[in-house]
Structure formats: structure tokens, C-alpha cells
């Protein structure tokens, strides 16, 4: 009789551990995709910006103090606009709009870095790159935050982390041996290339996320699951 009890006692504390979440569980849900998406192509976007605009820059001819006041440039536009990105995301029409027009920004800044060639050009796509920069990367996290039941949350926010860390890793090492090879023009030319296509992407996965918030809406799920 103790033995059937337990046995019992260990199938209750069974039943009542929730099942597991690893990463395929966790890239089924349309937040953690969008914020995958999204927070890769701006940590690409800082890791090519940071490696290669400032050689690119003295190779053009700028001085040394031009050249920090350019890279500083899109660090300060990522800081002042992060106190506006709540009224930032409702004019764009929501966090999963505002997400791949962040990411169309960065594409856009890194890609026409091989065209751009006077200093005033340089400091608009820095202003465009701080956008993208300050408003996807904390809007990713809040996506995640809210569309991953609480018990996974941390799961998903790690898996968010290392696929991020993988994609500094890897495109920064292909667009140098591009830039080696063609120069900065055609290494800035497909970064650009890659992220707009990472833009892409997430541009078709906003009907699912949108969906799955108004289906969490009305049957009190989390957002994600409900995609």
C-alpha cells in the first residue's frame, strides 16, 4: 500500500511539471520568430557597421574625428529614440509592423554604405541605422516577453539570445572575405541584401502574429500560442 501511494504522490508531481520547451516548441511561436528575425538583423547590422565602416571611412579620406562623429552618430539617434518607441509603434500600426520597418532600416543603412560617399550621407544612414538599432532590439524583447507564457519566457528569451550571437558571429566573417575580395561596396552591398531579406521574412510572418493577438484577445491565451 505505501508503494502504491507513492507511486501515486510521484505521478501528481508528474502531472503537475509542465511540459518541456526547447527550441523547436519555442520557434513555433510567431513572437519568438519575429523577435529572432528582427534582433539578428540588427546585431548584423551593428557588427558590420562597427568592423568596416570606420576602415571604408578612413579610406575615403575622412579625418579621424569625422570618422568617430560618424559611427557615434547612430549610437545616439538608437538612445534618443528609445523614449518615443511606444508612440513610434503605434503610428506604424503595432510592435510587428514596427519591427520589420526597423529592420527595413537597417537594411537600408547598411546596404548604401558602398554608394555613400560625402559626410552628410554617412550621418543620415548612421540617423537611419540608430533607428532601426534602438527600436528593434528592446522592441524584440518586449515581443518575446508578451507573447511567451511566463514559465518559458526565459527559454525563449536564451534561445533569442544565442541564434543573435551566432548570426554576429558567422556575417561579419562572410562580409569580410566578401569586402577582401570586391571591396566595401559589394560587401555592404550584400549585407544590406541579407538583412532585407531577413526583412522579408519577417514581413510575412506579420498576418500570423497579428492573428494570433487577436485570437489571445478573446480566448485569453498567450499571444503566441494562439499562432
Sequence with gaps: ALVTLLEQAHLDRTELLPPPYGPRQALRNVGVQLAVL???????????RQAFLPVALQDLGFAATTIGALVSLGALAAVLVRPAMPA????????????????????????????????????LLG??????TGVGLPLSIVTV???????????ALGLRLSLNRVAQLV??????????????????????????????????????FERAVAAAGSGGRSPGDAG
Design 38 to 48: 528582427s534582433s539578428s538583423g540588427v546585431f548584423v547590422a551593428i557588427s558590420v
Design 88 to 123: 513610434v509603434s503605434r503610428f506604424l500600426g503595432g510592435p510587428a509592423r514596427t519591427l520589420v520597418v526597423a529592420m527595413v532600416s537597417v537594411a537600408l543603412a547598411v546596404g548604401l554604405l558602398g554608394v555613400a560617399r560625402t559626410a552628410l550621407a554617412f550621418a
Design 127 to 132: 540617423v537611419l541605422a540608430g533607428f532601426g
Design 145 to 155: 516577453a508578451s507573447h511567451v507564457d511566463a514559465r518559458h519566457r526565459g527559454a
Design 171 to 208: 556575417m561579419p566573417v562572410a562580409i569580410g572575405a566578401v569586402i577582401g575580395v570586391g571591396g566595401f561596396g559589394i560587401g555592404f552591398g550584400l549585407a544590406g541584401g541579407a538583412l532585407a531579406a531577413l526583412a522579408w521574412a519577417a514581413a510575412a510572418r506579420v498576418g500570423a
